[in-house]
């Protein structure tokens, strides 16, 4: 079996960051992304890697990206080493990507990239950014900069698209089938489930 990479995307305030933490908490290889912006993620659990790892201006542009990208004002990428262990090394890997990250490594890893839209509306995304303690101006921010740049299109052409509007543990099956950590029940285990 071929090793992948799941890139889970969708716009500011979607579930990107809690869902790859969580996937890495139960053992998923996880791939950080690299950006010049000061970390406001919190720590990780031990053992884990940071969401985002923070890296100066003049350091970025020394490194080694397979992707790279800017988000309000700062770089952002994807180490080349990073994706070349994960799929030399893990049957399963996340990553976190913009739209123009996606892009550049859709042609490179044709087959081993899948992507992941995480489907939110206007209401449940802004409910969230209040709840992250974002101001009137930070939310309009972020919602033009979805809409500018198609975030909220990506379901388009996602491989796969889970709606993150309810129980976060429905989210998180999903995202557990997807990848391959379930496995189907047979007919006898379906039977004695609904009690036949």
Known sequence: MENKIYALVGPHASGKSRFAGELQAMGLHYIPYYTTAPSNKPEPAAGQVPISLTIEKLEFFKTDFIAKDTYKGNYVGIKKSDVLDAISNHRASVVILTPSEIKQLSSLLKGTLETIYLM?????????????????????????????????????TARHVVKNTGDP????????????????????????????
């Open 169 to 196: 543990a429905d989210v998180m099956r999903q995202l557990m089938a997807i990848i391959g950590l379930t496995v189907p029940a047979d007919p006898q285990q379906v039977k004695e489930i609904l009690g036949k």
């Open 120 to 156: 939110s509306d206007y209401v449940v995304i802004v409910e969230r950014m209040l709840q992250l303690g974002h101001n009137n101006d930070e939310i309009k921010y972020h919602l033009e900069y979805a809409e500018n740049n198609s975030e909220f299109d990506l379901w388009k």
